[in-house]
């Protein structure tokens, strides 16, 4: 890796924060809630469409087969955010900037290309989830609806002109709406608490489980939402000094524990309700989300299938809002560019808008999306655990031994499931 042109390793700065930002004072409730916020913007990219398409297809085909699944990519998904979180804290950047400041230019230039194409996948997931919701909910055509998903997702990220509060309590308030729609149903079923309990152990059942497998890791530990991170935090706050900083980290590793782990609740529900309801039972086509709400109809009641389309379209929205903004955090990182929302909106919202035009089966494309998603963690996470490793430019929030060993674990497993699907499509 190369320093930045102009600037040494050494003399990066230690206090983070803009001109806008935040002072921290003391070590009380309030400025613990002056940090809160940032994990559960992050947190709806982890219960964005593409979950609700890979978990609840994964429940109706597999039963809890794959639950392991889905909490391992959840606690994965915890120390990664951690990590993002802590690199944007103790260097005042994010990870796009750092990779354009400390990789040669054809690399970064690639690492954008790819990142691009990453944020194409997840808007067409969140975007088609958006308009399967509108669909089931007010029989909206599908096309339409992805324009109002692109519209809603656009007004939320007009909150930011009012600062970052506005923003984060309706992603919040979105996330508590999926939430509720989902556990409500959750308790009205019947979980064989044995055969989940069975799911907790790492199996498979084919190459198929091990292709679902792959897209619920892809949802979940999306590489979007690793740059993002870095950025919701690298000028929310002013830091003075190491014990500030290291206030700050824990705050906010109790931030990502409860926002990530309410987020894997969430999914954790999504094939629980499938398992229970689905798996083994006559009913065609609930490996789908248009057929998952008729199944939730005839099996359990009008209300719980409306609970399921209600949760998918706050889900749609919010990610949607989230994965423009992550996507103009990544342009203006690797590029040093900054395009209108609009425009940025316009350009990621056109590949879904055709998916939709063209009549492809809309949850294939959400597993197959995620599959795209999946491919793209090693990008982002292997600069993540190289920066946050280094003394030179994290200072005194070096990584420990440990939490790089385990970083490196992750990153070695994601890498080889991935090349272990890719040698099994060129075999098959």
Not at 91 to 96: I, K, Y
Not at 268 to 282: D, E, N, Q
Not at 360 to 370: D, F, G, K, R, Y
């Amino acid at each position: 890796m190369r320093s930045a042109p102009g600037r040494s390793a050494a003399s990066v700065p230690r206090s983070t924060g803009g001109p806008a930002a935040q002072r921290v004072r003391g070590g009380g409730a309030r400025a613990r809630l002056m940090i809160a916020g940032p994990a559960f913007v992050a947190a709806i990219a982890y219960i964005d469409p593409g979950n609700f398409a890979t978990n609840f297809a994964a429940g109706s085909q597999y039963g809890y087969l794959l639950l392991w699944v889905i909490v391992g990519a959840n606690l994965l998904a915890m120390l990664v955010q951690t990590l993002s979180a802590k690199l944007g804290l103790a260097t005042g950047r994010n990870l796009a900037e750092l990779c354009r400041e400390r990789f040669p230019r054809p690399v970064s230039w690639g690492m954008w290309v790819q990142a691009e194409a990453v944020a194409v996948a997840t808007d067409l997931a969140e975007v088609l989830g958006g308009a399967i919701a509108l669909q089931l909910l007010f029989g909206i055509p599908l096309f339409t609806g992805g324009l109002i998903t692109g519209a809603a997702a656009f007004a939320l990220l007009a909150l930011q002109s009012r600062g970052h509060r506005p923003f984060e309590r309706a992603i919040v308030v979105l996330f508590v709406v999926v939430l509720v729609g989902l556990f409500a149903t959750l308790f009205r079923v019947d979980v064989d608490g044995a055969d989940a309990a069975r799911g907790l152990v790492p199996q498979f059942a084919g190459a198929d489980s091990l292709l679902l497998a792959t897209g619920i890791l892809g949802a979940t530990v999306m590489p979007h939402v690793i740059y993002l991170h870095s950025a919701l935090v690298q000028r929310r706050l002013r830091v003075d000094g190491p014990d500030q900083q290291r206030f700050v980290l824990r705050t906010t590793r109790l931030d990502v524990l409860i926002g990530m782990g309410t987020a894997g609740l969430i999914n954790a529900s999504m094939l629980l309700i499938a398992a229970a309801v689905f798996a083994g039972s006559t009913l065609s086509g609930t490996d789908t989300l248009d057929g998952v709400f008729s199944g939730l109809e005839v099996a359990v009641d009008r209300w719980a299938a409306l609970a399921f389309a209600i949760a998918l379209l706050a889900s749609g929205f919010a990610s949607s809002g989230v994965g423009t903004y992550a996507g103009q955090v990544i342009m203006q990182g690797f590029l040093r560019r900054h395009i209108p929302l609009l425009l940025r909106r316009a350009l990621t919202l056109a590949p879904a808008l055709v998916v939709l035009g063209v009549g492809v089966q809309p949850t294939e494309a959400l597993v197959w999306s995620q599959v795209v998603l999946s491919f793209g963690i090693p990008f982002a996470l292997v600069p993540l655990v190289l920066f946050t490793r280094s003394r030179d430019l994290m200072g005194p929030l070096v990584n420990r031994r440990p939490t790089t060993a385990a970083a490196v674990v992750v990153a070695a497993l994601i890498i080889a499931l991935n090349l272990f699907l890719l040698v099994g499509f060129a075999t098959a």
